[in-house]
């Protein structure tokens, strides 16, 4: 008997065991350091550690600070309705027994002290520094911060710097022209800024680092090349706050906690950034109203309008960013963790009402413990109706970050992990076109100049990077798809006429829609283009195994049902048991299969075995009983 063939699908059948039994093994020790860190990181996520921020004083000693300048004094107090009578009073008495700029009277202070700033313009010739202060509050006497102005003309970093001070108190004045931070607070310790505001800023306006007890409220920043307002490894209240005309609104990074609360952000070129905030952050964004960040500043990069700050034209608007970050984001999380953005309003957003990604392969604050909930999408703050390019946009990489937003209109992916388990989906590596956007288009340094291929940089239709990608892989995929049935055609038993037909029909509208689909922004359709492809291949793969080709067809039906898995992860359910995103897979497995597929349909063709020589049984019969003519 001639020789039975072995099976062919047998690595098949094995490879593909030994990847499920490891995705259910990794998803396992994923899902218990997931909970080990919620379990860790939230047990103590909130106050200010014991600090709190100082109360405003009425009464105390108080020492004057007054301008030579009698014209300058009378047009600003002229504007001042509350106290304008009282102010032309202290000003003679300011003139008598004062003092000419604040510094002296920092310098005169004893603990405990009030300075009171009668309106007018204050040139600093050297930063004003409150190091080591006790219980100091320096207030201005008119309405708003407008009356009272201290300007370094961008001769110094700094113009107000507080180190290792406790029990600030700063009210009713402007910081500006200052080459990095306007007012900057460093291992403060309780400290209490109300209604100040910071403007042209070379770096950061509001710059606090390494402090506890600090609350910023009723400030104002505008025009600062990195952010307005920039908490750094701080425990802060910033609330009833404009940040307005910077590169980013309100920047969060490092640990500490934050509450950012009741703060109008627009006009940027992202409204808040919430970045790297490690394993012991705790963020809270709450009731901001988050609109219109839109503007690009980054054209002007590394030519002439970008030279010395003292140089610019402030007075048009241009910024020359220090780093970059996505133009039109309302709400970024980059790599934070243990972030809560809910009750929010942000609409006319170009690129996403709110964007997070984190860093693959990372646990413990590189994109975890995020919640989202109830945030309003599209409508601004009269009820108008104003829509933003997308709702949400993850990349699909953290753990335990999960999705309350019955209201988002259009999301990236499509679906999203709810907040109904507490848990949401563990991922080590999110969607693969998602992870390569951040990668090439994430926050970077500016002097390296702005990456290509990204719209959130300013590329437009087909110079997109996820539109490019969408090309390539379409065209890949119907060229790929058609080698494997020339392969199928060279077999011994090809399949039969008509057998293709809806195998290709389903192959070349997944392609043809996937690219339709990254040009649009669609999600749903994307999910769609994935599932007809995983389609396509499955019946393609039942084709060729019954035309001899029992370990390709076997090997494209496993690709094309991770496919079907993986469209149904981005529109329907996101799987929680899965450790990464079911693209990686396909991804993976996708070079290995274009080799067999090229092989076969371009190798030599296999010869048939030939079979065994029979040998004939000699004639026994007698001579009397043959047949001879």
């Known amino acids: 008997m001639p020789p039975v063939p072995r099976p062919q699908y047998r690595l098949a059948t094995v490879v593909f065991t030994v990847i499920a039994f490891a995705a259910i093994a990794l998803s396992c020790f994923v899902g218990g350091l997931a909970a080990e860190y919620r379990t860790v990181d939230l047990l103590d996520s909130g106050g200010f550690d014991g600090v ?28 001042v309705d509350l106290r304008r009578i009282e102010n032309e009073r202290l000003y003679e008495d300011c003139l008598a027994n004062g003092h000419r700029d604040l510094a002296s009277a920092v310098a005169a202070a004893a603990p405990g002290s009030r300075i009171l700033v009668l309106p007018g313009r204050y040139d600093v010739a050297e930063t004003i520094l409150l190091d080591g202060a006790a219980d100091l509050q320096i207030e201005g006497l008119g309405d708003g911060p407008e009356a009272v102005l201290f300007t370094a003309g961008f001769a110094l970093d700094h113009v107000l710097a507080a180190r290792n001070a406790t029990g600030l108190y700063l009210k009713g004045f402007t910081v500006g022209q200052a080459r990095e931070s306007g007012l900057r607070l460093d291992e403060v310790s309780s400290a209490a800024v109300e209604s100040v505001a910071v403007v ?26 990195d952010a307005g307002i920039a908490i750094e490894a701080s425990n802060a209240i910033v609330q009833d706050c404009e940040a307005e005309g910077n590169v980013t609104g309100l920047l969060t990074t490092g640990g500490g906690r934050i509450d950012i609360d009741g703060n109008r952000l627009h006009g940027n070129t992202t409204g808040l950034a919430v970045t790297e905030t490690g394993t012991t952050a705790s963020v809270t964004a709450t009731g901001n109203l988050v609109y219109a960040n839109n503007t690009g500043h980054y054209d002007r990069l590394g030519t002439g309008a970008c030279t010395d700050p003292a140089d610019r ?14 133009r039109g984001v309302g709400i970024l999380l980059a790599d934070a963790g243990q972030a809560s953005v809910t009750g929010n309003r942000i609409w006319n957003q170009d690129t996403a009402a709110i964007a997070a990604w984190g860093t693959p392969g990372a646990y413990g604050g590189a994109g975890d413990v995020n919640t989202f909930a109830d ?3 599209g409508v601004r703050d009269d009820g108008q109706r104003e829509r933003n390019r997308l709702d949400l946009w993850w990349d699909g990489t953290g753990s335990g970050n999960c999705f309350d937003e019955p209201n988002a209109f259009r ?17 080590i590596a999110g969607d693969p076109l998602r992870a390569l956007k951040v990668r ?17 940089f300013g590329a437009r239709f087909t110079d997109r990077l996820e539109f490019q990608a969408a090309v390539v892989f379409a065209a890949a995929l119907l060229f790929l798809t058609g080698a494997g049935w020339l392969a199928a055609a060279r077999t011994e038993n090809p399949p039969r006429a008509g057998r293709m037909t809806f195998s290709a029909m389903a192959t070349g509208a997944g392609g043809l829609l996937l690219v339709l689909a990254v040009w649009s922004g669609r999600a749903d359709y994307e999910a769609l283009a994935i599932g007809l492809w995983g389609v396509g291949w499955l019946l393609g793969g039942r084709s060729w ?8 067809g076997l090997f494209t039906g496993l690709i094309g049902a991770v496919a079907v898995v993986d469209a149904v992860d981005r529109a329907v359910w996101t799987l929680p048991f899965v450790p990464v995103s079911p693209g990686w897979i396909w991804v993976v497995l996708l070079p290995l299969w274009t080799l067999a597929a090229l092989s076969l349909a371009f ?18 019969a007698p001579s009397n009983d043959r047949w001879d003519w």
Request: glycine fraction near 12%.
């Open 52 to 79: 709190e921020p100082p109360a405003h004083r009425e009464d105390g000693a108080a020492l004057l600070v007054c301008s030579d300048d009698a014209e300058d004094f009378a047009e600003r107090n002229d504007d």
């Open 200 to 225: 042209e800023s070379g770096g950061h306006g509001f710059h606090v680092t390494d402090s506890t007890g600090i609350a910023l409220t009723g400030c104002r920043a505008a025009a600062a090349d």
């Open 313 to 326: 034209d402030w007075s048009e608007g241009l910024l020359c960013p220090e780093r970059t970050v996505p």
């Open 375 to 377: 945030n309003t999408f």
């Open 411 to 427: 999301t990236l992916p499509a679906a999203l992990p709810d907040c109904e388990d507490g848990a949401g989906a563990s991922r």
């Open 440 to 456: 090439q288009c994430g926050l970077g340094d500016a002097a390296a100049g702005v990456p290509g291929g990204c719209d959130w």
């Open 545 to 552: 195994r019954q035309c001899g080709m029992p370990f390709f």
């Open 603 to 620: 190798g030599p063709r296999r010869r048939e075995e030939e079979r065994p020589e029979v040998e004939r049984t000699p004639v026994t």
